[in-house]
């Protein structure tokens, strides 16, 4: 056992040997880094950040376990018929954790603040008209109801009022400003309430005892929320082997999500319980269709013919991940036949295609980075794939913030990316697609595309957004401006005392609902 590593671990924490023993009604949760603030509003904000912050404050909608939206602060909401109109009817009986009742007011209050640009909200340009939407008024008819009023019909409105890098567009209680309307601490409805925040060591949430909870079971980041234990301490610890270190001993009581590469070990550990569950990330491998080689979509075809998905996903995720083409995460509730057809590895069409493009056995150069083992190992796997089908690749190395700068420019042939998750699909399929001369990150260039993903975000019914969605994918295989493999799976780590928690789509830690036993 490395016992200057747990030394300097507890020195960090600032607690002595009880380090390894669980401590009664506190939950402690492995954090890679300090939140940056306590601001949903904030632009000052990170994923850490976010999780920490679900926690304390909710929004009138929420995410459902297959990124679907559902009620959360409201208890039901109404779209008029022409979509432009959304009537949210609050639920009775929540209270803030100062113990004041929720009203509309706060709502307006909240949304108010959010619409100021000196506050430097994060999401503002979202609803302002630069964005997804553009909000034109915000009324409260009585203290219960609250009217949303869109200049045009928009199917992300309540989607983007969920995401969680918009602090779920969460209600707080004016007691969160000082007289100066400044911002102190959060005071809102969620299961816990801000405790102590030691910086760069940890931040302790407590638990709400004004929380009002909903019915049924915990359900993403809606459904029945109520908090199981006294306090949670999201422990700040940068170096993933020293947290491994301090779950494996005791001293903290949960990893949200582990390195792939560990999992043999926490396997062998009797004491540790782990739950997998795939995330709406995207891995895959990115093509310049202006490339003079590979703009003939006949060669980008072959490559993706002479890949066999399913070995290649085993080998890089260790066999915790499902291969998948599409670029919609497989958890979403729009991912349907279209989405899930596998196309069989074909060695032979694969080469009839490049016979037929004049391929000659040019080398093909794919971009990829050790920042992240998936990136890494993914351009290597299609670099031994591909050369069965005669084609010749080789893989250039560079640092993360390198091949960023280069993706962004889209100056590259190939190159193996991650992309984080996007919930809805309609910013899925948005996120490689655009005008590559203003855009020239985006890689499917494709006017029909394009038309079809706007159609996407201006119609709210479901029955026709799931048919464009179909076209959509049947389009982008046609033309492979990307091969995608997979929905990366999240697994988290647990001292076998933790009960309740489970790893969800959406990745973020949640701690509600979490129990723990005497071990």
């Not at 380090?19 to 632009?43: E, F, M, N």
């Not at 391929?359 to 050790?370: E, R």
Request: with cysteine; glycine share 6%.
């Amino acid at each position: 056992m490395n016992y200057k590593l747990l030394a300097s671990l507890a020195a960090a924490l600032c607690i002595g040997p009880a380090l390894a023993q669980p401590q009664a009604g506190l939950l402690r949760v492995h954090s890679k880094a300090d939140i940056r603030s306590t601001d949903p509003g904030s632009a000052n904000r990170d994923s850490v950040t976010d999780g920490v912050l679900m926690h304390v404050v909710e929004g009138l909608v929420a995410y459902r376990e297959d990124a679907s939206i559902g009620p959360m602060l409201a208890q039901s909401y109404q779209m008029s018929p022409d979509g432009r109109t959304y009537t949210f009817k609050l639920r009775q009986g929540v209270k803030f954790s100062n113990g004041a009742p929720l009203t509309a007011d706060d709502v307006l209050f909240a949304w108010k603040r959010y619409m100021t640009p000196a506050n430097n909200w994060r999401c503002l340009s979202e609803f302002d008209g630069r964005g997804v939407a553009k909000v034109t008024a915000v009324e409260a008819p009585d203290s219960a109801t609250v009217v949303f009023k869109l200049e045009k019909t928009s199917a992300l409105f309540l989607t983007t009022m969920a995401r969680s890098d918009c602090g779920s567009t969460g209600i707080f209680h004016r007691s969160s400003l000082d007289a100066e309307g400044k911002w102190k601490e959060p005071v809102g409805t969620g299961p816990f309430k801000m405790g102590e925040w030691r910086r760069g060591q940890f931040v302790e949430l407590v638990r709400n005892d004004a929380y009002s909870g909903m019915p049924g079971k915990i359900d993403g980041t809606t459904g029945n929320k109520a908090p199981q234990v006294a306090k949670v301490r999201f422990v700040i610890i940068p170096d993933s082997s020293a947290a491994k270190a301090a779950l494996l001993s005791g001293g903290i009581d949960i990893i949200p999500d582990i390195n792939d590469e560990d999992m043999a070990e926490y396997k062998a550990r009797k004491e540790i319980v782990m739950d997998p569950a795939a995330n709406m990330n995207a891995q895959g491998l990115l093509f310049q269709t202006r490339d003079p080689l590979l703009k003939d979509a006949r060669i980008r075809r072959a490559i993706a013919l002479s890949l066999d998905m399913p070995e290649l996903v085993a080998t890089v995720t260790t066999g915790t991940a499902k291969p998948s083409r599409s670029v919609m995460p497989s958890p979403s509730s729009y991912y349907k036949t279209a989405q899930a057809a596998l196309p069989k590895r074909d060695l032979a069409q694969a080469k009839k295609l490049l016979a037929e493009a004049g391929y000659k056995g040019q080398t093909i150069k794919i971009l990829a980075t050790k920042r992240y083992n998936s990136v890494f190992n993914i351009a290597m796997m299609v670099q031994g794939m591909a050369q069965e089908a005669g084609i010749k690749i080789d893989v250039e190395v560079l640092e993360w913030a390198t091949l960023l700068d280069r993706y962004n420019k889209g100056d590259y042939q190939a190159m193996a990316f991650t992309y984080s998750a996007r919930l809805d699909p309609s910013l899925s399929y948005e996120m490689i697609s655009g005008d590559k001369d203003k855009q020239p990150r985006k890689v499917w260039d494709n006017p029909e595309a394009l038309e079809l993903i706007q159609r996407s975000m201006n119609t709210t019914d479901r029955v026709q957004r799931q048919a464009i969605f179909d076209k959509l994918e049947g389009k982008m295989r046609e033309d492979v401006p990307a091969i995608f493999m997979y929905a990366s799976v999240n697994t988290s780590a647990a001292r076998n005392y933790v009960a309740g928690y489970k790893s969800w789509p959406l990745g973020l830690p949640r701690l509600w609902g979490v129990s723990m036993r005497t071990p």
